[in-house]
Structures are given as C-alpha cells and as structure tokens.
C-alpha cells in the first residue's frame, strides 16, 4: 500500500507563488505516475497535473499551463507542485495521486492512491 501527505498549501496573494509537496511512501515509488487534482468549493474535482514514473512526461490542464510546474525527486519520495503567478480562480483544496503504472493519466479514476489534500487560497 502507498500513502501520500500533502503539504505547502497557504493564502497568498494573487501573482504569487507556492510550492506544495506530496510526501509517498513505498519502495516502488519511482515505478508510480503521479498526479495533482483540485478542488473548489462548488465544483467538480479537477486535473491538474501529472508527471510519468521517469519524470521524462508531463501533462497539465490548459488553465495552468505555464504557470504551474510538477517535478519528482524519487531519492525523496517526493512530488511537487510548483504554482507561480496564482489567481483566486487557483483557490482549492489541492490533492495528490499516484497510480500503479509508469504512464499518466488525466482521468481520477486512473488513480490507485491519493493523500488528504493541502488548502491553496489565493486572495486579490
């Protein structure tokens, strides 16, 4: 079994940056894609981002394209989010997946893992 922490989550304000961590345990850690999803309050869980077992494949949603940056550290167990440039459109309650292939995936359900969620809160 896999379990994932999140953290990092804060209030910032709009045009600035957090980096939010995902924390995996298991020794097969680096064989899992992972993934970040959202959710605001009122809507749909939402893709994010997503990065392959190798780190070699990236994949995020178009609304943050650009702004957001998801990397690995498989010495560390570890998967990052990198949020620059936030807008309050980026508040939620952000949560990180893995899934027992090496491939991503943008659909939830591709997903066998997933932590408690880190609260993003981005103020104008």
């Known amino acids: 079994q896999v379990q994932l922490v999140e953290s990092g989550g804060g209030l910032v304000q709009a045009g600035g940056s957090l980096r939010l961590s995902c924390a995996a345990s298991?020794?097969?850690?680096?064989?899992?894609?992972m993934g970040w999803f959202r959710q605001a309050p009122g809507k749909e869980r939402e893709f994010v981002a997503a990065?392959?077992?190798?780190?070699?494949?990236?994949a995020y949603v178009d609304s943050v394209q650009g702004r957001f940056t998801i990397s690995r550290d498989n010495a560390k167990n570890t998967v990052y989010l990198q949020m620059n440039s936030l807008k309050p459109a980026d508040r939620a309650v952000y949560y990180c997946a893995a899934r027992r292939v090496g491939g991503t995936t943008r659909r939830a359900l591709g997903y066998d893992y997933w932590g408690q969620g880190t609260q993003a809160t981005v103020s104008s």
């Open positions: 990065i392959s077992w190798t780190g070699g494949t990236t």
């Open positions: 298991g020794r097969t850690f680096s064989s899992y894609a």
